[in-house]
Every structure is written in structure tokens, then in C-alpha cells.
Nanobody
Framework: QVQLVESGGGLVQAGGSLRLACAAS????????MGWFRQAPGKEREFVGALRWADDITYYGDAVKGRFTISRDNAKNTVYLQMNSLKPEDTAVYYC?????????????????WGQGTQVTVSS
């Protein structure tokens, strides 16, 4: 069974950086898409970005474009979300999610497996 485990969240000052990791297990992921979403209190879950495992194609939401980068480590079945120039409005619970389809979608409903989430708090 597919499992996704996030790590790396925490508290950081505005302008700082954090790197989240999502370790995947229980399957082969060469033809899948790994996405990152976030959800702040009282708000809908928001697409952050995604990476297509087969060819490293990435796509980002407008709110994070140019500041966040997604990468992967094949040997560890792990995807990373490098977050730079963090802002207080980036504060949210961050989730990784797996889509068993090679097309990158921005809707959370297209994703089949989810991690438990990790809190990121950016202080001003």
C-alpha cells in the first residue's frame, strides 16, 4: 500500500527558507506525479506545485512561482519542496500527494494518496 510521509516543517522568520521532504513507499512511482498542496485555517486546499516523476517536469502555483522548487531523489523515493523567501502568507499545513497518472493536475481531487501533512509557520 502506498504511503507518503512528510517531514521538515517548522517555524521560520519571513525571508527564510525551509525544505520539506515527502518519502514514498509501497509502490513504484516512475510514471506518477507528486504534488504539494497547502491549507491554511479557514481556507481551501491550495495547489503549490507538482513534479512528474518520469521526466522531472515541474509546474507551480502562481503564489509560489520563483520562490519554491520541487526536486526528487530516485534512490530514496523522496520528493523535496525547497521554499525560499518565505512570507507570513505561506503559513499552512503542507501536504504531499501522489497522482497515479502522468498528467499534472492542480486539483486536489485528482490525487489518489496523501501524506499526513506538516505545519509550516512563517513569522513576520
Amino acid at each position: 500500500q502506498v504511503q507518503l510521509v512528510e517531514s521538515g516543517g517548522g517555524l521560520v522568520q519571513a525571508g527564510g527558507s525551509l525544505r520539506l521532504a515527502c518519502a514514498a513507499s509501497g509502490g513504484t512511482f516512475s510514471n506518477y506525479v507528486m504534488g504539494w498542496f497547502r491549507q491554511a485555517p479557514g481556507k481551501e486546499r491550495e495547489f503549490v506545485g507538482a513534479l512528474r516523476w518520469a521526466d522531472d517536469i515541474t509546474y507551480y502555483g502562481d503564489a509560489v512561482k520563483g520562490r519554491f522548487t520541487i526536486s526528487r531523489d530516485n534512490a530514496k523515493n523522496t520528493v523535496y519542496l525547497q521554499m525560499n523567501s518565505l512570507k507570513p502568507e505561506d503559513t499552512a499545513v503542507y501536504y504531499c500527494a501522489l497522482e497515479v497518472d502522468p498528467i499534472i493536475y492542480t486539483s486536489a481531487r485528482r490525487y489518489d494518496y496523501w501524506g499526513q501533512g506538516t505545519q509550516v509557520t512563517v513569522s513576520s
